[in-house]
T-cell receptor, first 110, second 112 residues
Framework: NAGVTQTPKFRVLKTGQSMTLLCAQD?????MYWYRQDPGMGLRLIHY???????AKGEVPDGYNVSRLKKQNFLLGLESAAPSQTSVYFC?????????FGSGTRLTVV | GQNIDQPTEMTATEGAIVQINCTYQ??????LFWYQQHAGEAPTFLSY????GLEEKGRFSSFLSRSKGYSYLLLKELQMKDSASYLC?????????????FGPGTRLSVLP
C-alpha cells in the first residue's frame, strides 16, 4: 500500500515562478488536506477538500490554489512563488478518525 | 479563532512516564488529535478524543476535558525512539467540520 504519495520531494524555485505539488492517495479517503510547516509555527492548514470537486480555504490560503478533480488526487498550485512560501509542505488524507500524512515536499523559493 | 498551547520542550528518562499537556480555545469543537513527528519526517497519528475521558492505546494514552479545553498525552515506559515532537491538533465545525488547527508541538527528548 502506497498510502499518501507526494511529488516532488524537493524543489527550488525562483521568485515569480509557478509550480504544482501533487498529492495522491490510494485509500479511498474523502478528505484531503494541504499543510505547510515552518520552524516554530507548527502545521498550518492551507486548503482542504471534503470530496471530489470540492475545496475550502484553511488558515493560510493566500498565494495558493487547489483542485480536486479526481478523488484520489489533490493538487496545490503556486501561481507566483515568493520567498515567504519557502516551507515544508505536507499533504494528508483521512476519514473521520485518524489521518495519514505524505512524506512532505521541501520547497525553497530564492 | 482558535488558540492551542503546548510546552515547547520536555526531557524525560528512558523507562519513565511523561505527560504532555495541551490547552485549547475553540468554537465548535469537533475532536482532538495527537500526532508524533520525528525530525525530518511526516506526522503519524497517535490518538483521537471527541468525548471526555481517557483513551488508552498500548504505552500511549490521551485524555480530554472539553469543559476545561484541556488534553494530555501520557507516554509510559519511555523508549529512546519516543524522542520526537508531539503535536496536538483541534478540529472544529467550520467548513464541513474539517477545519484543523495544530499546536506548535512539544519536542520530547528521552535520555538514557
Amino acid at each position: 500500500n502506497a498510502g499518501v504519495t507526494q511529488t516532488p520531494k524537493f524543489r527550488v524555485l525562483k521568485t515569480g515562478q509557478s509550480m504544482t505539488l501533487l498529492c495522491a492517495q490510494d485509500m479511498n479517503h474523502e478528505y484531503m488536506y494541504w499543510y505547510r510547516q515552518d520552524p516554530g509555527m507548527g502545521l498550518r492548514l492551507i486548503h482542504y477538500s471534503v470530496g471530489e470537486g470540492t475545496t475550502a480555504k484553511g488558515e493560510v490560503p493566500d498565494g495558493y490554489n487547489v483542485s480536486r478533480l479526481k478523488k484520489q488526487n489533490f493538487l496545490l498550485g503556486l501561481e507566483s512563488a515568493a520567498p515567504s512560501q519557502t516551507s515544508v509542505y505536507f499533504c494528508a488524507s483521512g476519514q473521520r478518525y485518524g489521518y495519514t500524512f505524505g512524506s512532505g515536499t521541501r520547497l525553497t523559493v530564492v | 479563532g482558535q488558540n492551542i498551547d503546548q510546552p515547547t520542550e520536555m526531557t524525560a528518562t528512558e523507562g519513565a512516564i511523561v505527560q504532555i499537556n495541551c490547552t485549547y480555545q475553540t468554537s465548535g469543537f469537533n475532536g482532538l488529535f495527537w500526532y508524533q513527528q520525528h525530525a525530518g519526517e511526516a506526522p503519524t497519528f497517535l490518538s483521537y478524543n471527541v468525548l471526555d475521558g481517557l483513551e488508552e492505546k498500548g504505552r500511549f494514552s490521551s485524555f480530554l476535558s472539553r469543559s476545561k479545553g484541556y488534553s494530555y498525552l501520557l507516554l509510559k515506559e519511555l523508549q529512546m525512539k519516543d524522542s520526537a515532537s508531539y503535536l496536538c491538533a483541534v478540529r472544529d465545525q467550520r467548513n464541513y467540520g474539517q477545519n484543523f488547527v495544530f499546536g506548535p508541538g512539544t519536542r520530547l527528548s528521552v535520555l538514557p
